[in-house]
Protein backbone atom coordinates (compact mmCIF):
# COMPACT_ATOMS: atom_id res chain seq x y z
CA UNK A 1 0.00 0.00 0.00
CA UNK A 2 0.95 2.99 -1.24
CA UNK A 3 1.24 6.05 1.55
CA UNK A 4 1.97 9.77 0.45
CA UNK A 5 3.10 11.60 3.56
CA UNK A 6 3.38 15.72 3.94
CA UNK A 7 5.31 18.04 5.58
CA UNK A 8 4.80 21.54 5.86
CA UNK A 9 7.24 23.73 7.48
CA UNK A 10 8.12 27.54 7.34
CA UNK A 11 11.13 28.81 9.83
CA UNK A 12 11.58 25.38 11.77
CA UNK A 13 15.16 25.49 11.17
CA UNK A 14 14.88 23.50 15.27
CA UNK A 15 12.51 21.11 14.89
CA UNK A 16 12.18 19.96 11.00
CA UNK A 17 15.19 17.65 11.12
CA UNK A 18 13.61 15.22 14.01
CA UNK A 19 10.26 15.37 11.29
CA UNK A 20 12.14 13.96 8.72
CA UNK A 21 14.03 11.46 10.30
CA UNK A 22 11.26 10.04 12.32
CA UNK A 23 9.82 9.95 8.51
CA UNK A 24 12.72 8.55 7.00
CA UNK A 25 13.54 6.08 9.86
CA UNK A 26 10.05 4.19 9.06
CA UNK A 27 11.72 2.07 6.68
CA UNK A 28 8.32 1.92 4.44
CA UNK A 29 8.81 0.70 1.34
CA UNK A 30 6.44 2.21 -0.53
CA UNK A 31 7.00 5.82 0.51
CA UNK A 32 6.13 9.32 -1.47
CA UNK A 33 7.15 11.96 0.95
CA UNK A 34 6.05 15.58 0.05
CA UNK A 35 7.45 18.39 1.54
CA UNK A 36 5.58 22.12 2.08
CA UNK A 37 8.01 25.03 2.78
CA UNK A 38 6.42 28.52 3.42
CA UNK A 39 9.45 30.43 1.92
CA UNK A 40 11.51 30.11 5.24
CA UNK A 41 13.96 32.92 5.73
CA UNK A 42 16.39 30.73 7.90
CA UNK A 43 18.13 27.55 7.11
CA UNK A 44 14.95 25.39 7.47
CA UNK A 45 15.29 24.88 3.49
CA UNK A 46 19.04 24.01 3.65
CA UNK A 47 17.92 21.42 6.61
CA UNK A 48 15.60 19.86 3.79
CA UNK A 49 18.18 19.65 1.08
CA UNK A 50 20.31 17.75 2.94
CA UNK A 51 18.00 14.56 2.84
CA UNK A 52 16.81 15.68 -0.75
CA UNK A 53 17.74 12.32 -2.10
CA UNK A 54 14.92 10.12 -0.12
CA UNK A 55 12.24 12.88 -0.43
CA UNK A 56 9.94 12.87 -3.51
CA UNK A 57 9.19 16.13 -3.80
CA UNK A 58 9.94 19.48 -2.04
CA UNK A 59 8.61 22.71 -3.04
CA UNK A 60 8.95 26.08 -1.30
CA UNK A 61 7.18 29.37 -1.92
CA UNK A 62 4.65 31.65 -0.38
CA UNK A 63 1.58 30.05 0.87
CA UNK A 64 -1.82 31.27 2.64
CA UNK A 65 -1.01 29.61 5.68
CA UNK A 66 -1.44 25.90 6.69
CA UNK A 67 -4.53 25.18 4.66
CA UNK A 68 -3.27 26.14 1.81
CA UNK A 69 0.18 24.44 2.27
CA UNK A 70 -1.80 21.19 3.22
CA UNK A 71 -3.83 21.26 -0.25
CA UNK A 72 -0.90 21.66 -1.82
CA UNK A 73 0.62 19.10 -0.60
CA UNK A 74 -2.98 17.18 -1.54
CA UNK A 75 -2.48 18.21 -5.13
CA UNK A 76 0.55 16.30 -5.21
CA UNK A 77 0.07 13.22 -3.57
CA UNK A 78 -0.53 9.93 -5.33
CA UNK A 79 -0.41 7.54 -2.55
CA UNK A 80 -3.54 5.07 -1.35
CA UNK A 81 -3.58 6.83 1.47
CA UNK A 82 -2.28 10.09 3.12
CA UNK A 83 -0.72 11.72 6.36
CA UNK A 84 0.25 14.84 7.47
CA UNK A 85 3.35 15.42 9.83
CA UNK A 86 4.01 18.91 10.43
CA UNK A 87 7.46 20.25 11.88
CA UNK A 88 8.10 19.50 15.04
CA UNK A 89 6.27 16.28 15.11
CA UNK A 90 7.48 13.05 15.10
CA UNK A 91 6.17 9.30 14.13
CA UNK A 92 6.82 6.23 16.62
CA UNK A 93 8.20 3.09 15.70
CA UNK A 94 6.18 1.15 13.01
CA UNK A 95 3.32 3.84 12.28
CA UNK A 96 3.52 3.41 9.11
CA UNK A 97 3.46 -0.49 8.47
CA UNK A 98 1.15 0.02 11.47
CA UNK A 99 -1.41 1.97 9.34
CA UNK A 100 -1.03 -0.02 5.94
CA UNK A 101 -2.24 -3.24 8.06
CA UNK A 102 -4.85 -1.82 9.22
CA UNK A 103 -6.46 -0.02 6.21
CA UNK A 104 -5.66 -3.34 4.64
CA UNK A 105 -7.97 -5.48 7.08
CA UNK A 106 -10.45 -2.72 7.25
CA UNK A 107 -11.18 -1.63 4.11
CA UNK A 108 -14.74 0.18 4.73
CA UNK A 109 -12.33 2.42 6.73
CA UNK A 110 -11.81 6.22 5.71
CA UNK A 111 -10.34 7.27 8.49
CA UNK A 112 -7.79 6.05 11.11
CA UNK A 113 -6.46 8.13 14.03
CA UNK A 114 -3.85 7.22 16.96
CA UNK A 115 -2.49 8.36 20.14
CA UNK A 116 -0.49 11.39 20.61
CA UNK A 117 2.36 12.56 23.49
CA UNK A 118 2.80 15.67 23.63
CA UNK A 119 6.15 16.88 24.15
CA UNK A 120 8.44 20.02 24.75
CA UNK A 121 10.69 22.28 22.71
CA UNK A 122 13.59 19.85 23.78
CA UNK A 123 11.80 16.34 23.24
CA UNK A 124 10.68 15.49 26.82
CA UNK A 125 7.01 14.33 26.68
CA UNK A 126 4.84 15.78 28.89
CA UNK A 127 0.99 13.98 28.34
CA UNK A 128 -0.25 11.59 26.50
CA UNK A 129 -3.50 11.13 24.77
CA UNK A 130 -5.56 8.13 24.20
CA UNK A 131 -7.29 9.38 20.45
CA UNK A 132 -11.30 9.36 21.11
CA UNK A 133 -13.65 11.03 18.82
CA UNK A 134 -15.49 12.97 21.40
CA UNK A 135 -16.75 16.53 19.32
CA UNK A 136 -17.58 18.28 22.15
CA UNK A 137 -16.14 17.13 25.26
CA UNK A 138 -12.94 18.87 24.65
CA UNK A 139 -12.61 22.78 25.30
CA UNK A 140 -11.59 23.17 21.58
CA UNK A 141 -10.84 19.41 19.73
CA UNK A 142 -12.08 16.46 18.57
CA UNK A 143 -10.50 14.09 21.04
CA UNK A 144 -7.26 12.86 19.21
CA UNK A 145 -4.34 15.18 17.18
CA UNK A 146 -4.91 16.03 13.90
CA UNK A 147 -0.67 14.22 13.59
CA UNK A 148 -2.44 11.13 14.18
CA UNK A 149 -4.43 11.16 11.21
CA UNK A 150 -4.19 9.24 7.91
CA UNK A 151 -7.12 8.75 5.58
CA UNK A 152 -7.27 6.84 1.99
CA UNK A 153 -6.87 9.56 -0.65
CA UNK A 154 -10.34 8.78 -2.24
CA UNK A 155 -12.24 10.53 1.47
CA UNK A 156 -9.97 13.81 0.19
CA UNK A 157 -11.25 13.15 -3.80
CA UNK A 158 -14.58 12.56 -2.39
CA UNK A 159 -14.64 15.95 0.00
CA UNK A 160 -11.79 18.04 -0.95
CA UNK A 161 -9.32 19.80 0.90
CA UNK A 162 -8.84 21.62 3.87
CA UNK A 163 -11.02 25.75 4.14
CA UNK A 164 -8.07 28.00 3.85
CA UNK A 165 -10.92 30.55 5.14
CA UNK A 166 -10.22 28.85 8.84
CA UNK A 167 -6.65 29.75 10.87
CA UNK A 168 -6.71 26.86 13.70
CA UNK A 169 -9.80 24.26 13.23
CA UNK A 170 -9.32 23.29 9.96
CA UNK A 171 -8.54 19.95 10.52
CA UNK A 172 -11.64 19.87 12.39
CA UNK A 173 -13.89 21.28 9.75
CA UNK A 174 -12.63 18.73 7.69
CA UNK A 175 -13.36 15.68 9.97
CA UNK A 176 -17.04 17.42 10.57
CA UNK A 177 -17.36 17.09 6.70
CA UNK A 178 -15.53 13.54 6.31
CA UNK A 179 -18.59 12.20 9.20
CA UNK A 180 -21.12 14.05 7.39
CA UNK A 181 -20.33 12.88 4.06
CA UNK A 182 -20.87 8.72 5.32
CA UNK A 183 -16.82 8.25 6.01
CA UNK A 184 -16.29 5.96 8.78
CA UNK A 185 -13.58 7.04 11.36
CA UNK A 186 -11.62 4.21 13.34
CA UNK A 187 -8.62 3.99 16.33
CA UNK A 188 -5.45 2.77 15.94
CA UNK A 189 -2.93 1.71 18.44
CA UNK A 190 -0.19 3.68 16.45
CA UNK A 191 1.63 6.47 18.22
CA UNK A 192 2.98 9.95 17.36
CA UNK A 193 4.64 13.07 18.70
CA UNK A 194 3.63 16.37 18.78
CA UNK A 195 5.35 19.76 19.60
CA UNK A 196 3.43 21.79 22.15
CA UNK A 197 4.29 24.72 20.89
CA UNK A 198 2.79 27.18 23.91
CA UNK A 199 0.09 28.88 22.07
CA UNK A 200 -0.99 32.44 23.47
CA UNK A 201 -4.28 32.32 25.68
CA UNK A 202 -5.45 34.99 22.74
CA UNK A 203 -4.86 32.60 20.00
CA UNK A 204 -6.52 29.52 22.19
CA UNK A 205 -9.66 31.87 22.35
CA UNK A 206 -9.85 32.65 18.79
CA UNK A 207 -9.47 28.98 18.43
CA UNK A 208 -12.45 27.95 20.04
CA UNK A 209 -14.25 30.40 18.50
CA UNK A 210 -13.58 28.80 15.14
CA UNK A 211 -13.98 25.39 16.92
CA UNK A 212 -17.81 26.65 17.81
CA UNK A 213 -18.01 27.39 13.98
CA UNK A 214 -17.24 24.25 13.12
CA UNK A 215 -19.34 22.74 15.63
CA UNK A 216 -22.49 25.07 14.97
CA UNK A 217 -21.96 23.86 10.91
CA UNK A 218 -25.51 22.63 9.19
CA UNK A 219 -25.50 18.76 9.30
CA UNK A 220 -23.97 18.55 12.63
CA UNK A 221 -25.86 17.74 15.85
CA UNK A 222 -27.25 21.03 16.91
CA UNK A 223 -26.66 19.99 21.05
CA UNK A 224 -22.62 20.10 19.72
CA UNK A 225 -22.04 23.62 20.28
CA UNK A 226 -23.84 24.15 23.65
CA UNK A 227 -22.61 20.83 25.41
CA UNK A 228 -18.84 22.16 24.65
CA UNK A 229 -19.20 25.37 25.72
CA UNK A 230 -20.81 23.40 29.05
CA UNK A 231 -18.01 21.70 28.68
CA UNK A 232 -15.78 23.75 28.66
CA UNK A 233 -17.06 25.64 31.50
CA UNK A 234 -17.42 22.74 33.93
CA UNK A 235 -13.57 22.19 33.22
CA UNK A 236 -12.40 25.96 34.39
CA UNK A 237 -14.65 26.02 37.49
CA UNK A 238 -13.20 22.31 38.48
CA UNK A 239 -9.60 24.04 37.86
CA UNK A 240 -10.58 27.17 39.71
CA UNK A 241 -11.64 25.26 42.62
CA UNK A 242 -8.49 23.35 42.44
CA UNK A 243 -6.35 25.67 42.22
CA UNK A 244 -7.79 27.25 45.84
Known amino acids: MKISLITIVRN ?3 HIDRTIRSILAQNYPELEYIVIDGASTDSTV ?3 RAYEERITRIISEPDKG ?4 WNKGLKLATGEVVGLLNAGDEYGDDVLSS ?5 TNHGSVGVVFGDTTLVSEDGAALITNRGRFHPWRYSGGLGFYHPSLFAQRRVYESIGGFDTGLKYAMDADWIFRAKR ?5 AHNDHLVRMLDDGVSVKARFKAYGEYLQCLAAPGNPKSWPYLSMMST ?3 GLAKAALAR
Open 181 to 185: AGVRL
Open 46 to 48: ARI
Open 12 to 14: AER
Open 233 to 235: GLR
Open 66 to 69: ISDA
Open 99 to 103: VSRFF
